[in-house]
């Protein structure tokens, strides 16, 4: 990894959807671990089904059709 690369990823900025997270921040991924939380993650820490949006324009469209139960 190349210094640039190092400062990039310190200049990172969290983006909020307004989805709530299971996770505090406390259990966050922490940008400077060298593996992502996905690498380490075990079937328990997922859940039975995941919706990956693509685009994070749409998370917001996708939200507004859920119901609140």
């Keep these: 990894m190349t210094d ?3 400062a990039d990823a310190s200049d990172a ?3 909020d959807h ?3 997270s299971p996770a505090s921040d406390a259990e ?3 940008p400077n671990d060298e593996a992502g939380y996905h690498v380490e993650a075990a079937p ?3 859940a039975d089904a995941v ?3 693509g ?3 749409r998370v917001d469209k996708i939200t507004a059709l859920w119901d609140d139960h």
């Design 4 to 6: 640039e690369t190092d």
């Design 18 to 20: 307004g989805v709530d």
């Design 51 to 53: 919706l990956l949006p």
């Design 28 to 30: 966050s991924e922490d």
């Design 55 to 57: 685009n994070p324009e």
């Design 44 to 46: 328990e820490d997922v």
């Design 13 to 15: 900025v969290a983006v």
